[in-house]
C-alpha cells in the first residue's frame, strides 16, 4: 500500500477518534469502511507520531487519541 493512502487512512482515523474516545480496531475498521490491514497501517503510523496510544483491554487491542 502506497505511504500516502496510509497517511490519507490516518486522517480518517484521527478524525473518527475525536468522535469515538477509546475504541477497538475491529470496532474502529467497521465505523470508518476501512480493512483490518488499512486500519492497523493507519493505527501504526499514528502511534509512531505519537498522536495515539494503543491498549489492550478485556483482551481486543484498543487506540485512544492523546
Do not use: H, P
Request: hydrophobic share 40%; glycine share 10%.
Amino acid at each position: 500500500m502506497e505511504k500516502t493512502k496510509v497517511g490519507f487512512n490516518a486522517g480518517i482515523i484521527l478524525s473518527k477518534l475525536r468522535e469515538t474516545g477509546l475504541i477497538s480496531i475491529a470496532e474502529l475498521a467497521r465505523k470508518t469502511n476501512l480493512g483490518a490491514d488499512e486500519t492497523a497501517l493507519a493505527a501504526g503510523w499514528l502511534a509512531r507520531e505519537n498522536k495515539i496510544y494503543i491498549e489492550r483491554k478485556n483482551g481486543l487491542l484498543c487506540i485512544n487519541n492523546q
